[in-house]
């Protein structure tokens, strides 16, 4: 879980490799959420087993015995947590664990990993070779009937392009992780000699030409998550989401890569925005100690300020008249319910933080425009309670009983 902790230290064996810190961070938190989310609904929704799919597993950039700071042994770890929280709570699932990995070294390394750190309770496997070529053997080993998690995070670009993902994303009761390299779409979406290689990644080539950066950024995202989704196993009822963390360069202020999420569930993206939000706060500290270090590593000299002081945790966020705006066009004089499903229909709509929605709705209220009409008293933060049972209603304020 994240913890206001996280915001203070980044541990010394990630000094250099910050970006790999939020990526794990976010890993772990999401994977901790999802496994007990589906392990206390198993019953309900008819799983008995939970599988996690590391498809570029590494270890990579950790020459650690422990593998600490690797997706193996934080996944591993997060597994094990959620198979006795779930035990304790009377829910016996199956977890199993697949590691792909293609270098020979460093399947050697998770090899001996898994064989002395897999944790009792736990079925893991080691799958040497490209992860393109497995496809069909990673899936086979998923078998019927399980939830499957896929972690995919290869170094480049090119095995996470939408038709070579296609296959997994077709799976039932799935959710996928996938590290998309901006840094390189950015670079390479508007040079003739990478047209194919863009539609081979996005799916189509996206229009840019005259666009900001930031909103060629949400362009290239968009028609990736569109493409993505459009693969996605879904029904009417069940349609499939997507929603992403944005990840910065350690040092520059500009995107290195985004950790795009896609699921058919919309607690899914619930969940992931609001462990996103948190991760943002994290994300920040992090760059501002990294920078401080890296001047300070500059200069020589050592600075007298704390390099929290100066960071602005609204950076980078929406300005809150956007959202008050967005929240008076989305409401009318008739009575609108708003539980997971509405409010995840949003988060993907606009890519804002929970928080940042909850805090434009309560100043709508102060302000006497809008009326959440089961709130029974004053709130100071959670002005919409969505998660609570259907949810509840938002009405502008003086309409229809
Ligand atoms: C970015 S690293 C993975 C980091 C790891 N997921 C983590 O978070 O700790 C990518 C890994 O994928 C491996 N790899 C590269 N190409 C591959 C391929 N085609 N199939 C399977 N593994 C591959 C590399 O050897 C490397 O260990």
New binding site residues.
């Given amino acids: 879980m994240l913890t206001s902790r996280d915001n203070n230290a980044v541990p010394a064996a990630y000094q250099g490799r910050e970006q790999?810190y939020i990526?794990?961070r976010l890993?772990e938190a999401y994977l901790e959420k999802l496994c007990m989310i589906v392990g206390m609904s198993s019953d309900g929704l008819g799983i008995t087993e939970l599988c996690y799919v590391?498809?570029?597993?590494?270890?990579?950039?950790?020459e650690s015995e422990g593998l600490g700071?690797?997706?193996?042994a934080?996944s591993l770890g997060i597994l094990e947590k959620c198979r006795r929280g779930l035990f304790d709570r009377g829910k016996q699932l199956h977890f199993r664990a697949l590691y792909?990995?293609?270098?020979e070294k460093?399947f050697g390394r998770l090899e001996r990993h898994l064989k002395e750190h897999t944790p009792p309770g736990i079925e893991t496997k080691g799958l040497r070779?490209?992860?393109?070529a497995?496809r069909t053997q990673i899936l086979d080993w998923c078998k019927r009937g399980s939830f499957a998690f896929f972690?995919i995070?290869?170094?480049g670009w090119t095995?996470v392009g939408v038709d070579v993902l296609k296959p997994l994303l077709q799976r039932a009761q799935s959710e996928f992780l996938i590290?998309f390299m901006y840094d390189f779409a950015n670079r390479a979406v508007s040079m003739q000699d990478f047209q194919v290689q863009i539609s081979e990644l996005l799916g189509e080539r996206p229009k840019v030409s005259g666009l900001s950066p930031p909103d060629r950024e949400k362009a290239v995202l968009r028609t990736y998550r569109r493409n993505l989704e459009a693969c996605v196993y879904s029904n009417t009822q069940w349609p499939a989401r997507s929603a992403y963390v944005r990840v910065q360069d350690r040092l520059k202020d500009r995107t290195k890569y985004h950790l795009v999420y896609l699921t058919g569930h919309p607690l899914g993206i619930v969940k992931f925005m609001e462990i996103s939000e948190k991760l943002d706060i994290v994300q920040k500290h992090t760059r501002a100690v990294t920078k401080q270090r890296s001047q300070i590593e500059k200069s020589g000299q050592t600075t007298l300020f704390e390099a929290g002081e100066f960071i602005s945790e609204d950076d980078g966020r929406v300005s809150g008249d956007e959202v008050e705006q967005y929240w008076l066009s989305k409401l009318s004089d008739v009575r609108r319910m708003f539980g997971n499903t509405e409010f995840a229909g949003i988060l993907e709509e606009t890519d804002w933080f929970p928080g940042d929605l909850q805090l434009a709705l309560g100043r709508l209220m102060d302000q006497g425009k809008i009326v959440n009409i089961d709130a029974k008293g004053r709130r100071k933060t959670r002005f919409l309670h969505y998660d609570l049972g259907r949810g509840e209603r938002l009405q502008l304020t003086g309409g229809k009983p």
């Fill in positions: 790999a990526k794990h890993l590391d498809c570029f597993a590494g270890p990579w950039l950790d700071t690797t997706s193996i934080i792909v990995e293609n270098d460093a070779g490209d992860f393109v497995l972690f995070d290869p170094k095995d590290t």
